[in-house]
């Protein structure tokens, strides 16, 4: 059928079904209705897929066909199963569908409409046609009342009532309808507007609870997220129930209901948006072939690509398409900001300002309404742009709510934070908002301030005042680690800094909550966390670019040249701390050595590890953990140890004597020569890599394996202090040991944090893994434990297939939408980094078995292990192995670093189940 081919009229088509008005067999005639229904189906998709049809288009033309089906079948159902002549039956669209709109996939919401308590006759009508309905395969919401059922339903439920606002009718005794809508207006006019926009507002509010707080979740929902179709609906249901508007645009101007609330600008931002939103749900519909509302990250590039975005400069075309849906959001938000006060005022009648004892709040030009705090008449930010902050301050400082049309006010103003820019006192006013007081005035912090920036963020104030804040809003990373945007994530961070001030934290990040009373840069740390992101997007590397930026942006903000230069550099190094402590060996003196020669003074040290903490936790709720918080301390301790003077990290003999000195008490029930001969066991890098108590647990099952000659012992001990379970591997060492624990431990469904390799003197190994459950804690169910000892067991033994049963668990275990994330391989080898071992980062998709194939191809090439570090950011795999040859030297031979790194990148390459589309040529770096 030609794309612009309308499909017949099926109220004509209606004749072939009941020839000289005899109704043809029920098979016959769902067959012919099938056929119809498919002709509609791919009608409105051919419309819109090949003509540009816009998705609002599409819809409705989508839902004016099922009303002639629906017709269509009403008609044929009194044919088929005629109802009484004293039974009235009217069939309404309602819901969504009333609104006639309907998704591709979507449910078609009906109300069978009776004219008293239904007769059998009706009974059987209003069954056929919903059996007939289902069997089209057609998903039906719908529900059969009389008017007062309808009455009282939508009195005791309000989200009924919001079904009956948008219904219409289809077909049947339309009359009945007409009587039904009359009393159903008049009953909500009776009720008046108050209860219905609370429990509006209070069902949004859930809403957003479940969906996400913010519109800016990397994987939004279009149709329930904020900012999203349902809150544009919800503005819309507000608005019909109050003003009985049937647009926004009928808002609009002077002689509009409520005397024109929305502007000309905002009534078309609602259209776009309205038009924009749709058009992404039904290419969602349509690309998952089912009613999917999530744009998940598979289904991102496809939506987008659909959409037309395509790379621009270094911007992929997701990316670009995703922060248009973005900024199209966060217009919805704006716009319900705008519009629910007024149509509360309206609704409820202006706010009655009251007369207030604060004479200092009615001199800045403040008033309260409702217990709120409000712009006073002729103050509002067009004669003063500084009341935008002020108002803020105010509120923050006297505990008030901001009132609804304060807000509106602020939304409204937004552009006006261009003219702050410079102004000294603006400057100042939003330094006082960002640290939670003026520290010249001996202001007590208030550590809420990440609540005021998101207002200043969300109300599109913070972009306007800040350029460079504006090119980050919206901004995402096509990636599964971060969960926001760049705006949100840098505002999150303000609020896990504000926590952390408070004592909120001082359990999970203990170390960052007693350092914050000895900061002696509070403004810088507070700027610096909110703007360490800065760069982002801007291609280049964000810390160098965003350190530069901050030595502009942060003197026009009022920080003064020591506070600019400490911003810049925290900037610059935001990243070292969580680098440093994740993929490198911190037992490394070098390593420790390294970083306190960067950071230089203990100031800067307490600075970073709190920007440190702050910025993880920021990325998402399951990004931190108890292990890594367990390696930050201790690469703290250990620097901070260095600059403050005290033991030097090269005094390695004096460090293992002591840790023997621990160790030899711990173990002094044991006889003086089993003792002894254990502590003469291990090489220095060993006692310097674990604590005495470890080490105790260790001597333990060394002696206890000796004494049962066992040839293989696994000992698994879980941490919950920092949230991890170690596992233990004594047996005799052999090349490939370390990848065949990995793909062991692949196989059971653990994930490798950590690991360290020791050969001890007499020729066995003892290998340490610290892994994790799926859910980031510490693997520790008792059935689970032993399975992991069964399968290492199996592993050494040669009884387990490895590469088959890692490749199950791979498909098992990685879900769809992960697949469309691109990680290109990328193999680093630096041997400055450390004076004893070649440094080796390998960058790729994660995925079970990683680790075993990595560690295979390292030792393929007869290289020996001495530690692995494993970090997971999102899908992407950065593991970090220190690693020497046969003669225990570093790897220095071009020709064998070549070798390592062909083979380091065939372990990388993913396989062809694996493999994204187009996914980016690896790389490899030599430092």
């Known amino acids: ?3 612009a081919e309308k499909p017949p009229e099926i109220a004509a088509a209606l004749v072939a079904l009941m020839p000289e008005g005899n109704p043809l067999p029920r098979d016959e005639a769902l067959a012919a209705f099938r056929r119809q229904l498919g002709r509609i189906q791919t009608h409105v998709q051919q419309r819109f897929e090949r003509d540009g049809l816009n998705g609002l288009a599409a819809a409705r033309l989508h839902a004016g066909l099922m009303d002639e089906l629906v017709s269509a079948l009403f008609g044929y159902a009194l044919a088929m199963a005629p109802i009484a002549a004293t039974d009235r039956l009217a069939v309404a669209a309602t819901g969504g569908y009333g609104r006639a709109t309907l998704a591709p996939f979507s449910d078609i919401d009906l109300l069978f409409l009776t004219g008293g308590e239904g007769s059998p006759s009706v009974a059987r009508a209003v069954e056929f046609i919903l059996y007939f309905l289902w069997d089209l395969g057609l998903k039906v919401g719908h529900a059969t009342r009389s008017i007062p059922d309808c009455l009282r339903e939508a009195k005791l439920d309000v989200t009924i009532r919001t079904s009956l606002l948008d219904a219409r009718c289809l077909s049947g005794d339309r009359a009945l309808f007409a009587d039904f809508h009359k009393a159903f207006r008049a009953g909500c006019a009776a009720d008046g507007p108050a209860e219905y926009i609370a429990a509006k507002q209070a069902e949004r ?19 329930e997220g904020k900012g999203g179709l349902r809150d544009l609906q919800t503005l819309y249901w507000l608005s019909r129930y109050v003003f009985n508007t049937f647009a926004m645009s009928e808002l609009v101007g002077k002689d509009a209901p409520g005397g024109g609330i929305l502007t000309e600008t905002e009534a078309r931002a609602c259209k776009r948006a309205w038009e924009y939103l749709w058009t992404v749900r039904i290419h969602l519909h349509y690309v998952a072939g089912r009613a999917e509302e999530r744009l998940t990250f598979d289904l991102q590039p496809v939506v987008g690509a659909r959409m037309g975005y395509t790379r621009h400069g270094r911007q992929d075309g997701v990316e670009r398409f995703m922060r248009h849906y973005f900024l199209v959001v966060r217009e919805v938000a704006r716009v319900t900001g705008v519009l629910e006060p007024a149509l509360t005022r309206a609704a409820l009648g202006p706010p009655a300002i009251v007369a207030t004892a604060d004479a200092a709040l009615l001199q800045a030009g403040f008033v309260l309404a409702d217990g709120k705090i409000l712009f006073a008449p002729g103050r509002e930010p067009e004669t003063d742009p500084t009341a935008i902050f002020r108002i803020l301050i105010s509120a923050r400082d006297r505990g008030l709510e901001l009132h609804p049309l304060a807000l509106r006010m602020l939304i409204r103003s937004a552009p006006l934070g261009a003219e702050l820019r410079g102004d000294k006192k603006a400057a100042s006013l939003f330094l006082n908002l960002l640290c939670g007081g003026d520290e010249a005035r001996g202001d007590e912090p208030t550590c809420d301030s990440a609540r005021w920036m998101t207002l200043l963020n969300e109300t ?35 609020k896990v800094l504000n926590t952390i001030e408070a004592g909120d934290l001082a359990e999970v990040a203990p170390v960052a909550s007693d350092l914050m009373e000895q900061v002696q840069s509070r403004r810088a740390l507070y700027a610096a966390v909110l703007l360490h992101d800065i760069a982002k997007g801007r291609g280049g590397d964000h810390s160098e670019l965003g350190a530069e930026i901050a030595l502009s942006v942060c003197p026009a903000l009022g920080l003064n040249p020591e506070e600019t230069e400490m911003v810049s550099w925290l900037i610059l190094h935001h990243l070292l701390l969580s680098q440093t402590a994740f993929s490198r060996d911190i037992d490394d003196p070098k390593t420790i050595l390294d970083l306190a020669d960067t950071i230089q003074s203990p100031e800067r040290l307490r600075l970073l590890l709190i920007l440190t903490v702050s910025d993880i936790r920021a990325v998402s709720p399951k990004v931190w953990n108890g292990w890594k918080a367990t390696l930050l301390r201790e690469l703290y301790a ?51 890599g674990f604590d005495p108590e470890s080490i105790e647990r260790h001597a333990r099952m060394i002696r206890d394996a000796r004494l049962r000659d066992a040839p293989l012992t696994v000992n698994a001990e879980p941490l919950p202090a920092r949230a991890v379970t170690e596992v233990v591997i004594y047996t005799a060492d052999h090349g490939g040991l370390f990848s065949r624990i990995a793909g062991a431990l692949a196989i059971a469904g653990a994930s490798i944090v950590d ?11 003892l290998d340490t893994f610290w892994i994790q459950d799926a859910a980031g804690g510490p693997y520790d ?49 630096d041997n400055r980094a450390s004076n004893r071992h070649t440094v080796i980062e390998v960058n790729g998709r994660d995925r079970p078995g990683l680790l075993h194939d990595v560690t295979a191809a390292i030792s393929s090439e007869g ?3 001495a530690s692995a570090h494993v970090t997971t950011y999102g899908v992407r795999a950065v593991d970090v192995f220190y690693v020497k040859d046969v003669f225990g030297m570093k790897v220095e031979n071009e020709r064998k670093l070549y070798q390592l790194r062909a083979a380091l990148l065939k372990a990388l390459t993913p396989t062809a189940e694996d493999q994204p589309p187009q996914a980016a040529a690896p790389r490899i770096i030599v430092a």
């Open 1 to 3: 059928m030609p794309s």
């Open 205 to 223: 509010a859930a809403r957003h609870r479940r969906f996400g707080e913010t519109p800016f979740m990397v994987e939004p929902n279009v149709k």
């Open 460 to 494: 599109g104030v913070l972009g306007r005042y800040m350029p460079d804040w504006r090119r980050i809003v919206g901004q995402m990373q096509f990636d599964t680690y971060h969960v926001y945007t760049v705006d949100v994530h840098s505002v999150q961070a303000v």
């Open 638 to 688: 250990r620097v901070a140890e260095v600059l403050e003077g005290g033991l030097s990290t090269t005094e390695r003999d004096t460090r293992i004597a002591r840790v023997k000195d621990v160790v030899a008490t711990l173990l002094e029930d044991w006889p003086a020569d089993a003792r002894e001969e254990f502590l003469s066991l291990g090489y220095p890098s060993y006692w310097l």
């Open 755 to 765: 690991a360290r390799i020791h050969t001890l003197t007499d020729g066995m190994a």
């Open 781 to 829: 169910a008792p059935h689970r434990l032993a399975r992991l000892s069964a399968l290492i067991e199996q592993t050494l033994s040669g009884r387990l297939k490895l590469d088959s049963e890692i490749q199950k668990a791979t498909n098992s275990l990685i879900p769809g939408r992960m697949r469309a994330i691109h990680v290109p391989p990328r193999v680093v080898v």
């Open 863 to 865: 290289l020996q292990i």
